[in-house]
């Protein structure tokens, strides 16, 4: 045994190596043992003798190098540690690697921890020397293979056995050529900052599971690989990402793959799935003709754990994007038990062997499918809302989608927004004949089983000279629902049937709108409404509104519905704006013929025409048009807010329509964000209406520029409200209090709360960044109502004043409360002795006053 043993070099060359060759030399144990001056222990790594040198009864407990030795070979079965080597050719068995520089090869042993590595780099090595079956990297190193790196055939692991881990890693580039042999079983990025970057993946490469929990997994350029053999029990959780990037033909061979953050409400991590560029992801699909059926299944919003089984372990938000050219032959569900979504961009979806889920089967679950300039296909249903309280959107900006086995369901107990615009074309007509039942049709509202066969809204908005083309489109097919038709500028439905009910049922307390702003409708075969009696109990159930348009009715159409008459040269019907004439007629077997629809006026900017581009923020669509209508003049835009970089929402409501936006004065821009974020929205002009939820993520802002703000709220957690030089109006429902955590105010800003009792708790930094405004104002205008301000414990608020920013004979009103009211919380200044002679801060009942020059805080104790 050599307990220590030092070897000094000559220099890089090698020269004063240590050899100990031949496999009969006996055990020999170096306990301590140091390179110096560039010695090379094992072979001259000159002439690429790299595992044979020292034979296998060598054991090396320790080896420590100074600059630019290198070790060929350290074995010990009871774990070696290496200490700062310049450069490490192959390691065996357990070697624990302590502040490495390079690295020259790979391990044929079980596992080798990284411990405190700056950088371990990736040269050349033999062919078929395989990787350790465990790898742990620790302390943040940067993992790189470099140009030689085609010859690293390793990462194999033994029966299926590899298991990788990289708890630390920040980042794992392969510049040209890793290939990975065999199968990698598990997968695990377990930190924030963790980024694997695989480049060129050849066609032997698979991953059997993948368990991203953060961090993220950047596959990038390639010809033919197999991504995963069994998606089964792989997750992409909390913060994690998985892009393919001109990944060339990935396969995708059975199981699911679920994209969920089960713990979003609290930490707000979005996971995320991109396929970018030249990727041609395809799943693999058994069988044959109608025998077929699909292995693999993503699904965004809701995790699985278990294969093939409908046992879901929890439920939360998770996006995809496909897009720049990429191709996907896969099936997708989208927010199907929590929320979800999917965006296409100038790229191709095949739906295949699975309908399409956007925003079904619970409560409170959402759905986003989002198009642009792409081709989308399916060969399943497209079902939207089915249950009460989901939400779902389906928005396309041209480019075209097509339904070739079944039909669209858009809308069951939920609300569904089905929207197409910028000459968008979706086609459904190859579904009929020879199935003439409601799969091959388009539902606005849709009876799904097992779900409530009552209420439910529906819109479908068909924008910007784009077209719908459809066999048979059902409306108003629920009881207690409504559904609403808006076709603009242009827009066309076109369909050989049209009924105003399912199966000639007629559904009770059922509204239907058709909103005409220079669009049109056109059918060839018959237009039912027969059993609508749209003149009976319920006269407004079907009403004709906008600014104009027209029906198309092909040359001996049946139609089987009334409707006001009037025939100039006896040729054409024309009906007025609201279906309230006297002269109705029943007509059959008419055309060829139009029925103009004349706009009378009446609320002719409900209807106005809504961009939701100008709702685009970085690219990404998160706006939806035609989210309803509530009265004669107000026009509502319902805005999907999405998370990550979709969270950003920018919303303008200009001083003049311009033919794109709402007008301001009576026009309303309507959020209605159950469970989600509104958002960075700046409102210009008009007025904008909160119903329903809404919470803001502590990041992003609302910012007032004029114009208005009404929250009609239910929930009690308000966030990141920011006022510039507008008018912020909170207006509380159920008397319910608010919890604010960060609230910012400019030059201008005015917060009045009030009507009903009302009670604002403030938890965090309230910043103050102007001067002469009412910060907070609170009243009550319902006698025997109160309304409270409660700065919490630990809250503060800060001052960003400049000098000449407050005259100092006007004191700065921070809270003002009415007579009578409370204003709870003891300020107390912080470093008040900055304050100096010129500074005063008073409280007199209600009011906290204070003259300021420069920065400070109060916090409330």
Known sequence: MIYK??????GPDGKGAFYRTGSSGGDCLI???????????????????????????????????????????????????VKNPGNIVQLSDSVTIDGLKSWDGVSDGNSWTVAKASCLDFYTQASGIPFPWGVKAEANPTLRVYKDAEMLRGITGVNSGLSLTFSGLQNFQTPRVLTIRGAITNFALTKNDAVLKVAMLTNDHYFSHMDINAGAIDIIGGERQKLVNAWNTSHIKSGGSLLLEDAGDVITDMGYLTVCNPSFATDGLVPRLDVVGDTRWSASVRGEGGNSYLYSMVYLGQRRDVYNTESVNASGWGVASIRDGAVVTNAFKVGTKGAGALTLENAELYQCN????????????????????????????????????????YVQYGGVARNRKCGVMAGGAGYSNFYLGDGAKYDTSTTFPPDNTDKSCFHLGYNFANRPATGGESVLTVDDKSLLEVQRINLLSRAGSVSQVNLNRGGCLSALQMWYCENHVKFENSRLLFSFNGGK?????????????????????????????EIEVAANSSVNCKVPLERPAGKSIKSI???????????TKIGPAKIIIEGSGEGASAFAPFDARRGILNGVVVTSPGAGYDDDTKAYVKIPALPGRMFECEVELMEEAGGDFVKSGNGVLGLNCTNTYAGATVVKGGRLDANSHWAFPSNTLLRVEGGSVQCNNYKNFFEAIEGWSGYVYFYLRNHVPIDVQRLSLFAGANVTLGDGNYTMNVHGAWKVKAADIAAVKSESRIP?????????????????????????????????????????GRPVLVNPESLGDRWAFSMSGSVMSLKYRNPFAVIFR
Not at 577 to 587: G, H, K, N, Q
Not at 796 to 819: H, N, R, W
Request: aromatic fraction near 10%; include cysteine; glycine fraction near 12%.
């Open 31 to 81: 306990t301590y043992l140091t390179l110096t001056d560039g010695a090379t222990i094992g072979g001259d790594k000159k002439f690429g003798v790299r595992y044979t040198d020292l034979n296998s009864h060598t054991l090396t407990n320790k080896v420590e190098g100074a600059s630019g030795e290198t070790l060929v070979y350290a074995l010990h079965q009871y774990g070696s540690h």
């Open 577 to 587: 704006s609201l279906p309230d004439d006297e002269e109705f007629v029943e007509a």
């Open 5 to 10: 043993m030092e070897i000094a070099g000559d």
């Open 784 to 824: 025997g109502y109160s309304c409270n301000v409660n700065f919490m414990s630990g809250a503060t608020i800060e001052f960003d004043g400049t000098e000449g920013l407050v005259k100092e004979e006007s004191p700065y009103v921070l809270c003002a409360l009415p007579e009578g009211k409370s204003f709870s």
């Open 521 to 549: 409708i056109r059918f060839a075969s018959e237009w039912n409404t027969q059993y609508v009696d749209f003149l009976g109990d319920v006269p407004d159930r079907m009403v004709l509104h906008g600014l104009g348009g």
């Open 354 to 393: 699975a309908s399409l889920d956007v925003g079904t089967d619970s409560e409170a679950c959402y759905g986003y499918f989002g198009s642009s300039n792409s081709v989308f296909t399916t060969v399943g249903n497209l079902n939207m809302a089915s249950a009460a309280g989901s939400e779902a959107h």
